[in-house]
Every structure is written in C-alpha cells, then in structure tokens.
T-cell receptor
Framework: QQQVKQSPQSLIVQKGGISIINCAYE??????FPWYQQFPGKGPALLIA?????SEKKEGRFTISFNKSAKQFSLHIMDSQPGDSATYFC??????????FGAGTRLFVKA | KAGVTQTPRYLIKTRGQQVTLSCSPI?????VSWYQQTPGQGLQFLFE???????NKGNFPGRFSGRQFSNSRSEMNVSTLELGDSALYLC????????????????FGPGTRLTVL
C-alpha cells in the first residue's frame, strides 16, 4: 500500500517530442505528489509538484496530470530537449513526514 | 543559501566494518531524511529526523541508525557492513514542520557513494 509504481523504466524521445512518464499509487492518504529530476553525480532536485485537489499543473514545458479517482499521475515534458536527459522520479507523501519514491525513469532525448 | 552538504562524497570500506556519514542541512531546516539509492531498488527511505527526534523509519535492519544534533546536522551509521550496502546515500532537508497540510519539498545533497568490498 506504500508503493508508488512508475513506468516506463527508460524512455528515448526525439528532440522536440513529448516525454510521458506515468505513476500510480495505492494509499489514499498521500496528499503531495512531487517529481524529481536527477542528473548523474547529483542528488535529485524538485521539478514540479501537485496536490490532489488540482487535476493539472503546468510550469514551463513540464506538466503534471493528476487523476485522483484512478490514483494515477503523470509527467509530460513538452518540446523535449537533450538537456532534459536525466532520471525522473515520481513520489508521494503524506503528513509531511515520509516520501515514497517511484523506481525512476531514465530519459534520453536524442538530438 | 548554501545547499545540503554531505561528507564524505566517496567512501570505500570492507565487509564487517562500520561507517558514519554526515549531512548538514540548509540553514534553518529542521527536518533531515536519509535515503539509499541503488540501481535495482531506486530511492529507499531510511529515516527522518526532526528536532533531534526520529519521526519515521523505513524498512531497514537495525544495522542502519541515525541521529540528529541540536544544530540540525545529522549523521547516519551503518554497522557490520555487507556487500549489499554499497549504494549512494542521500540526505535531504526540509524546512517544514510537517503535518497533514504541509508540503514536503525536500532539498537533496549530492550524496555519499559507499562501496563495500
């Protein structure tokens, strides 16, 4: 019940294309859903986050879509660029205390 | 503001030894969480400290322990090291006190790469 399932494991997208990463959760107590971006040799950095009272949040080329009834949320990267090549983690948290991460998606954007 | 710092950045130990990793959170942050990152398991939550108290703990054996000091700096200790403990250990700090309506923005350090031979 504490798991967050993330797919795909890896993703190759052409420059200018749309990258889509999906996550699903079980625990309805989760009330905060962040996405983190991690480059090699660095720690993860917060990219964008959403709360369950909102169905979509957009920041620049990055959009989170949230489906509360299906307990699913996804990250869309529009106009993907080679600089977006990184590992992306979805996560879910509750009560401000504990964050559960998905397994990660390695994105490679071909120039 | 300076970011989260972790020391050392790299560490090589042998089986059976113990190791202590250190984390200095962003100034003013009182919550520190520790994660283990491995290629096969992703980011696994170890424990979280707030004001020197462990508030939450993941599913790791008792060989993994931690503590937090009054200045919010935190240490993590792994005793009787095993080969499977080789991983990147990440520390993250948060300025939030927690609670049902809190956001959990965490700021990660660069990690300590532990290799157990």
């Amino acid at each position: 019940q504490q798991q967050v399932k993330q797919s795909p494991q890896s993703l190759i997208v052409q420059k200018g294309g749309i990258s889509i990463i999906n996550c699903a959760y079980e625990n309805t107590a989760f009330d905060y859903f962040p996405w983190y971006q991690q480059f090699p040799g660095k720690g993860p950095a917060l990219l964008i986050a959403i709360r369950p009272d909102v169905s979509e949040k957009k920041e620049g080329r990055f959009t989170i879509s949230f489906n509360k009834s299906a307990k699913q949320f996804s990250l869309h990267i529009m106009d993907s660029q080679p600089g977006d090549s990184a590992t992306y983690f979805c996560a879910a948290a509750s009560g401000g205390f504990k964050t559960i991460f998905g397994a990660g998606t390695r994105l490679f954007v071909k120039a | 503001k300076a970011g989260v710092t972790q020391t050392p950045r790299y560490l090589i130990k042998t089986r059976g030894q113990q190791v202590t990793l250190s984390c200095s959170p962003i100034s003013g942050h009182r919550s520190v969480s520790w994660y283990q990152q491995t290629p096969g398991q992703g980011l696994q939550f170890l424990f979280e400290y707030f004001s020197e108290t462990q508030r939450n703990k993941g599913n790791f054996p008792g060989r993994f322990s931690g503590r937090q000091f009054s200045n919010s700096r935190s240490e993590m200790n792994v005793s009787t090291l095993e080969l499977g403990d080789s991983a990147l250990y990440l520390c993250a700090s948060s300025g939030l006190a927690g609670g049902p309506s809190s956001y959990n923005e965490q700021f990660f350090g660069p990690g300590t790469r532990l290799t157990v031979l």
